[in-house]
């Protein structure tokens, strides 16, 4: 008896290590959504995905796990690699809506493959590789950025907008305060690049972001036309 009550705990111990391993903590998501006209409007410049130039439209940059302090977990799970099998409905959704714009030009597999093995495999334990997507997807429909600008007055035309006006108008659109993140044109110039919102662990609503990436934009920058 005694020797079963051993083998017991040791079985115990060993299952809950092995959760350990690929189930990992993490205490909200960002949710980034990225401007295809300021990706392409670098020196580095892009690359349309075989598909076809993509809608002049917000596209999803990623769904990740973030930690409270401004560290976030990578790669947690190397033995679940990205399975496009697991997705085949969600493909011309994803190319529509997560459109790759590196180069050379790829169909999008990539883009989603390295998403899902750096971030979505450090929320696997609460959404595997099909909700993982379409989770992310949801929260595009959710978070019509580009609506919410243009009704602001707010135009993809290469004209200069208050950075607090973006904010603003963001903020009153979803309900929550975002994090602008920009990058420089092939001028040198400010431009709109990315947008962070922020999730809670269930991966089912936007919540207040408890922290914000590093970094900052001018007081105004420029939302170029795509």
């Known amino acids: 008896m005694k020797l079963n009550c051993l ?6 111990i ?3 290590l092995s959760v350990v391993c690929v189930s990992q903590d993490f205490d909200f998501f960002y949710f980034v959504q990225q401007w295809p006209g300021s990706y392409c409007d670098t020196k580095q410049s892009c690359c349309y995905p075989t598909t076809g130039k993509p809608a ?9 796990p973030n930690y409270n302090d401004g560290t976030y977990p990578s790669n947690c799970d190397p033995s679940n690699p990205f399975d ?12 529509k809506n997560w459109p790759t714009l ?6 999008g597999t990539a883009f989603w493959s390295h998403e899902w093995d750096k971030h979505g495999t450090c929320s696997e334990s609460l959404l595997d590789q099909r909700a993982y997507f379409q989770t992310t997807l949801n929260f595009k429909k959710q978070a019509n950025l580009l609506q919410i600008l243009t009704t602001a007055g707010i135009r993809p035309n290469g004209e200069s907008y208050s950075l607090e006006d ?6 009153g659109g979803t309900g929550f305060a975002p994090w602008i993140e920009c990058n420089t044109d092939s001028s040198g110039n400010s431009q709109l690049y990315q947008i962070y919102l922020c999730v809670d662990t269930s991966g089912s609503n936007f919540v207040e972001c408890p922290i914000f990436p590093n970094g900052k934009c001018g007081s105004n920058i420029e939302f170029p036309s795509f």
Do not use: E
């Open 7 to 12: 083998s017991l705990i040791n079985f115990l």
């Open 14 to 16: 060993l299952g809950c």
């Open 56 to 64: 002049a439209d917000f596209g999803i940059h990623g769904l990740w």
């Open 84 to 95: 496009q099998s697991q997705i085949s409905d969600l493909i011309s959704s994803l190319q």
């Open 102 to 107: 590196a180069c050379p030009s790829g169909n």
């Open 166 to 171: 973006i904010k603003g108008a963001i903020q």
